[in-house]
């Protein structure tokens, strides 16, 4: 009996330190994106791009960088009237990161071929703690108003 008392003991005593360490995880960022879009632009080398950033994780975490492969992506910040090229956005714990026109927002430059609605255009979003996410963006009619306002 004392041989199979300490195996036992031994895998209670591992159990229990694995789920001491399975609580850290909970306050990781937990990304995922939505509601993404590209009005179909106007310019042939310009067009801009809207999408909410959702972190339900316990950790902030922040947006680093935009890429895509039909040009440039930047990053801007729109207040009072006055647009600013960022390097970086906050995506808060529990909390979300909105892109929508009027405010925070994605620039296309530099394009390589001119986006149509009915398109899709590829991303990468790269963030400071988090792996990097992979979307995809509807190109849309240029007058689209999409239901969650942005």
């Given at each position: 009996m004392?041989?199979?008392?300490?195996?036992?003991?031994?895998?209670a005593a591992a159990l229990a330190l694995a789920g001491c360490g399975s609580g850290q995880g909970a306050g990781e960022p937990?990304?995922?994106v939505s509601a993404t879009y590209m009005p179909q632009p106007v310019a042939a080398d310009m067009a801009?791009?809207?999408l909410?950033?959702?972190n339900k994780g316990g950790e902030q975490d922040e947006l680093t960088s935009v890429s895509s492969d039909?040009?440039?992506?930047?990053?801007?910040?729109t207040s009072g009237g006055t647009m600013a090229e960022r390097t970086s956005f906050a995506v808060p714990a529990h909390g979300r990161l909105v892109f929508r026109s009027g405010g925070n927002h994605l620039m296309?430059?530099?394009?390589?071929?001119k986006p149509h609605q009915g398109q899709t255009v590829r991303l990468k979003l790269g963030f400071a703690r988090s792996g990097p996410l992979t979307v995809e963006m509807?190109?849309?009619?240029?007058?689209?108003?999409?239901?969650?306002?942005?």
């Open positions: 004392k041989r199979a008392a300490l195996p036992a003991a031994a895998l937990e990304l995922s801009a791009g809207f909410t950033v959702t039909i040009g440039r992506v930047t990053m801007h910040s296309f430059e530099q394009l390589k071929q509807p190109v849309r009619s240029a007058t689209y108003n999409p239901s969650t306002g942005h």
